[in-house]
């Protein structure tokens, strides 16, 4: 929202706009995923214990506001946290048996949200001894890398790396188990979690997990996004969503701007939003409902839609501009 001054003197008044924006949030931020499952098990001492989270309808997620703590003490400052995404590895190892995970994730607007969880350490070395990737510490986009877990035979075993793609491992010989992953130049690889779900033949589920710690080169620039969901000039409504297309898997930054006239001749601009989506590994992205009010009335608005695709080590596209009108 825009916060507008209206001062008045006999029949003389004019209008003034605050140079910033502000903007009303009530909802809180949403986790997404978290490793270990919950109640699932796993055969390594020390498992890395993640948990997914973002507030994109909102003012974002304050890093200074998340909290972790397992079996009641609290670790946050030995875990690694980003604007999306914590990783905590404990510095010892756990013993075998339950142990219970607390998170709270607070955004910038003080909205808060609360998990809890557990899982169990199991100590059978035998159930999954091994679980590795050939990845170097830089790998090109078109290159594969192949994961390998040994374990008990007779398995189902599935792999999901990241975010960005769940896979069948195949048992190639008995307990061995393959996958293999061609990288996109878009993906983001550096510290991502990969975790294998092995369901036994006896119906046990167990977890483990890796870091790859690769980084992308690509020299290629980036594709410039498209978007499919308006032509420029077109008219829009108080609320819309933006659709298009970018590479697959990156992410894609929307920023909405107006200029509007009020009272038919005084002009005032300011900012809607920013958001940040993600393509999918078709390259199809869409937003979530704008709404494009502006406070100042529906008439005499243009809007100025700018567009990037952002990929691996935060290197951008060109930009993509769409004007609309209201």
Known sequence: ASAIARLKVGRDERLIQASGTFQIDNQPPIITATTPDLNGRVNSLRPNITAVFDDQSGTGVDQEGISISVDGRDVTNDATITASLLVYKPSQPLTPGRHDVELSVRDRAGNRTNKSWSFNVVDRANVITTFKHNAGSEIQAGDEITFTLTGEPGANVTLQIGDLKTLSMEES????YTASYVVRRTDRLNGIIVTAKMKTKSGENFTTDLTIGSTVASDQPLSAPKITSHENGAKV???????????????VQLRIEFTQKVFGAIPMNGSIAEIEVDADSKGNWETREVDLDTGLGNSNITYTITVVTVGANDKRSEVTKVTLKR
């Not at 010989?173 to 061995?176: E, I, P, R, Y």
């Not at 409504?237 to 992410?251: C, E, I, Q, S, V």
């Open 237 to 251: 409504g108080r609320t819309t969503l933006f659709k298009g297309k970018a590479d697959p898997n990156a992410k």
């Open 173 to 176: 010989t008995a307990g061995k």
